[in-house]
């Protein structure tokens, strides 16, 4: 798997709280079966770049069902060659505390 990508999606025409729109968006993730890791601010997917974006697009299309506007943040990651990088990432720095 070469990219890790963090995900935040919710609607801005749903009110206060989103967290019924976030959990449509992670179940996306989840069907996706590329490995996640669900965090407070946002979810991280690692995989291929293709397949990564393809979940991406999905999670929108999911929102878009029932949304007329709609906040999407995306960080990613690549590097080449490395797999694992999800809990690879954090136990190196957490070797090192």
């Given at each position: 798997?070469?990219?890790?990508?963090?995900?935040?999606?919710?609607?801005?025409?749903?009110?206060?709280?989103?967290?019924?729109?976030?959990?449509?968006?992670?179940?996306?993730?989840?069907?996706?079966?590329?490995?996640?890791?669900?965090?407070?601010?946002?979810?991280?997917?690692?995989?291929?770049?293709?397949?990564?974006?393809?979940?991406?697009?999905?999670?929108?299309?999911?929102?878009?069902?029932?949304?007329?506007?709609?906040?999407?943040?995306?960080?990613?990651?690549y590097r080449k060659g490395r797999s694992d990088r999800l809990e690879?990432?954090?136990?190196?720095?957490?070797?090192?505390?």
């Amino acid at each position: 798997m070469s990219v890790i990508v963090e995900i935040s999606i919710f609607p801005l025409d749903k009110g206060e709280s989103v967290s019924r729109y976030v959990a449509k968006a992670v179940k996306v993730i989840q069907d996706s079966g590329l490995p996640y890791e669900l965090n407070p601010m946002g979810t991280c997917v690692a995989g291929d770049w293709d397949e990564v974006m393809a979940m991406v697009d999905r999670c929108f299309k999911e929102l878009q069902k029932e949304s007329d506007r709609i906040y999407l943040t995306m960080k990613a990651d690549y590097r080449k060659g490395r797999s694992d990088r999800l809990e690879g990432k954090v136990e190196s720095v957490r070797e090192k505390l």
